[in-house]
Structure formats: structure tokens, C-alpha cells
T-cell receptor
């Protein structure tokens, strides 16, 4: 089945620094990837939709200048949290659409970001 | 009102029990209904998906969708300790990629 690799799985950074999270589709090409955020005991909230070769589409309330998304190839999308603050600490999960499968949405394993 | 409502639990059952997990929703445009299992600090793993109404069975798991009541269920038979996880329901319309997730129900199966 389709596999989505997300890296790193955990990261701790200082306030004010930037952190990059990578999401790779390993055995399929993903023209569309999705970035979610999950707080403890809460549901996944879609942050943005990443489209290969074009600008990402951000959900209402998500700061595009703070959460930079780059989808430069058919297998890689990156999310950069810029000038991180403690309130950005969360679990970030990516998902990719494999159009070759009937149900082609596969999630990465997530990244636990802690900003200190 | 949230798009998708799910009782967060926690739910604790003895090994071998039948587990019933449920979600309700408000948007009649939802056509795809999914159940995901999420272990601690991991990404969601798809268990089952159903298009429109009806039942679907896969091994010990059965998914039911009642669109008239806007209610979906996941049944786990002969529950095992390895089933201990958080179960998320999700749904989306027939067009577009927007998923709507429940908050997840935490399940513990006690040996």
C-alpha cells in the first residue's frame, strides 16, 4: 500500500527559531498533500493543502507567513514553522493522496513539535 | 455545532468484549465515512471506509452508516489488548479533499 514518510518524528526547538518538517510519498506520486495539526484530545484540524508546483491553500485562521509550505516535487512537501512560539507546540501530521488507489489518502506518522 | 461529534471516552472493556464506537454529524453532503486507528504519538491508520449508507465488514471490524440519522458506528468483535488505541471517525463530501474528523475515542482493552 501507499506509504507516507514524515520526518522528524519529534523535535524540540527554542522560541524564535524555525523548524522544517518533511513529508514524502515513498511509492507513489502525490500532486496533493495535506497538513494537519492535532492538539491533545482534539481532532485533526486541516491547516493547508499543498499542491505540487503551486502555492498552498491555507484554511481560515492559519497564518501563511508563519507556516510556510513548499511542494517542490511530486514526492515531497515541507512545512516550516517560522519564529516558533510555545503555543505552536503540537502534533503535526501530513497526508497524501494516491490517485492510483480507490481510497488513496494515507497519513504520515506525525511530528511532535515542542517549543521551549 | 461541530461538523462531527464523537464521544472522547475513555472506554475500557475486558478482552473479548464487543466494542461499539459512534459518531454523529450534521452535514448531509458527507458521502465518504472512515474510521481510523491512532496509536499514541503516531499518525492515523485507516481501518475502514464506506461510501454512502450501509454496512461493511472486515474481519473483526464492522462499519455501519445510517445517513437518515446522520450516525455512523464501528463495531469491534472479540476485542484484543492490541486494539487499545484512539479511534477517529472522519467523513467528507463526494467532491473535494476536505476531511472532517471527530475528536477520537480512547479505547483500552484489558487482558
Amino acid at each position: 500500500g501507499a506509504v507516507v514518510s514524515q520526518h522528524p518524528s519529534r523535535v524540540i526547538c527554542k522560541s524564535g527559531t524555525s523548524v522544517k518538517i518533511e513529508c514524502r510519498s515513498l511509492d507513489f506520486q502525490a500532486t496533493t498533500m495535506f497538513w494537519y495539526r492535532q492538539f491533545p484530545k482534539q481532532s485533526l484540524m486541516l491547516m493547508a493543502t499543498s499542491n505540487e508546483g503551486s502555492k498552498a491553500t491555507y484554511e481560515q485562521g492559519v497564518e501563511k507567513d508563519k507556516f510556510l509550505i513548499n511542494h517542490a516535487s511530486l514526492t515531497l512537501s515541507t512545512l516550516t514553522v517560522t519564529s516558533a512560539h510555545p503555543e505552536d507546540s503540537s502534533f503535526y501530521i501530513c497526508s497524501a493522496r494516491d490517485w492510483g488507489q480507490e481510497y488513496g489518502y494515507t497519513f504520515g506518522s506525525g511530528t511532535r513539535l515542542t517549543v521551549v | 455545532q461541530k461538523e462531527v461529534e464523537q464521544d472522547p471516552g475513555p472506554l475500557s472493556v475486558p478482552e473479548g468484549a464487543i466494542v461499539s464506537l459512534n459518531c454523529t454529524y450534521s452535514n448531509s453532503a458527507f458521502q465518504y465515512f472512515m474510521w481510523y486507528r491512532q496509536y499514541s504519538r503516531k499518525g492515523p491508520e485507516l481501518l475502514m471506509y464506506t461510501y454512502s449508507s450501509g454496512n461493511k465488514e472486515d474481519g473483526r471490524f464492522t462499519a455501519q452508516v445510517d445517513k437518515s440519522s446522520k450516525y455512523i458506528s464501528l463495531f469491534i468483535r472479540d476485542s484484543q489488548p492490541s486494539d487499545s488505541a484512539t479511534y477517529l471517525c472522519a467523513m467528507r463530501p463526494s467532491t473535494g479533499n476536505q476531511f472532517y474528523f471527530g475528536t477520537g475515542t480512547s479505547l483500552t482493552v484489558i487482558p
